[in-house]
């Protein structure tokens, strides 16, 4: 696509050891006029296959996901308006693309816009079991949005209000089932910490929750709910999402996710007991992010 007919965007892509992922999810935004990469030190070639693509490259070291995305939303001098954060597993489909150059084109725009998550596992869509739609705000006028201060599965906070687009992303990553477990492992000690803090009433967290209110908030509030008042939560959310959410419409690949998502609790459970004690090993770990 010639320069001159880009789309005015500047595309953010996280990276750390992205190899695999970091070419097909540039190809997918080529026809935004800036692709940033902003690569945690990686010692694989996700930095040669992003040059060779044609990508700016800005590097730092990470720290805590929203201190680290929130550094780049502040130092890195974007080119345009409007910043898409996109994850190196994620694609843009050709409907999103469309969408999106149609939007910026318009006049009345919002400072933000939500975008549904199409999560694909072990290759198939996992429509039920209520992943679909993800709403994840990734679209966002620069300066108007940033990440709350939350250590894993943080939520942007918008200044004004947000839309929602009709079109979704595509997320499928391809490091396997091994990687699937140990990133887990270490999402489910930062989710145990952030629960936490959040009982001890020290969690700083910008986003408390509205279970009126579609996409993250409602999550959020739900999430608020379970770990505060309800026992046997991954007996509770297996239920949940392969009951009461369908997951069993999508077949054994359904089953299986659905078990992972109640087996994710039971991690974050077990390690809330061992948190409990300030002396155990999870707590010695993981004491400066219990201190925040």
Known sequence: MDKAAKTLLSVLIPTKNEERNIGACIDSVGFASEVVVFDSVSTDGTLEISEAKGAHIVQRKFDVFSTHKNWALDNIDFANEWILILDADERITPELKEEITK?????????????????????????????YPDWQLRLFRKGKARYEDRIVHEHMVIEGEAGFL????????????????????????????????????????ALSGNIFVKGPLRNRALK?????????RPLLMFFYVYFLKLGFLDGRVGFRYCALRAFYEYQISLKLIELSDLNSPISVQYRKYLER
């Open 166 to 205: 009709k079109s979704p992303l595509l997320h499928h990553d391809y490091k396997g089932i091994e990687r699937y477990f140990d990133r887990h492992n270490h999402y489910s000690s930062l989710e145990a910490i952030e629960i936490q803090r959040r009982l001890r009433g020290s969690a700083n967290q």
């Open 103 to 131: 939007m910026l084109h318009g006049t009345r725009l919002l400072n933000g816009y939500y975008i549904a998550r199409k999560i694909l596992f072990a290759g198939k869509w996992a429509r039920y079991g209520g992943m």
């Open 224 to 232: 608020n709910f379970a770990y505060t008042y309800l026992p046997m």
